[in-house]
């Protein structure tokens, strides 16, 4: 297994099917999560002020006990999202179907043809089908 996180970009997308927390759509952008977990904790907390949203931006102030220094080490610190790509990723479907394949014979992609979830969530099974299925 691949432990090798990077952070992500606050415009970068996410899907999450199972496991959401603070999201209604299973798919959204980093920065949307960070704003709602900030939102959501400063309605849980009184003592809420502007020095605080250097938990979710520029950092915020702070020493820091970390395993091979020596001592207490000044800097800042943030909260973000990062990702960990699995070791042996899904081939990119659209870029090697479309080198194989003469344009004349590539066929209408659909959501099922790219993305293929490893454990399929049966409440998102329609939410992506064609609109003539409800006429």
Known sequence: MNDQFQPLDDDEVLFVSVGRVLMTNPTFKVGEFIDALAQAISDREQDWDDANEGWFGNGLECEALRFGTK????????????????????????????????????????????????KPDPRYDNAYRDNSDFE
């Not at 207490?72 to 394949?101: H, N, T, Y």
């Not at 992609?109 to 993305?115: K, P, S």
């Open 71 to 118: 001592g207490w080490q000044r800097g800042k610190v943030r909260i973000r999202l990062e990702f960990c790509p699995d070791q042996d990723p899904a081939p990119k479907l659209l870029d090697s179907r479309r080198k194989e394949r003469r344009p004349s014979e590539t066929p209408d992609l659909r959501y099922e043809d790219v993305y293929r979830p490893e």
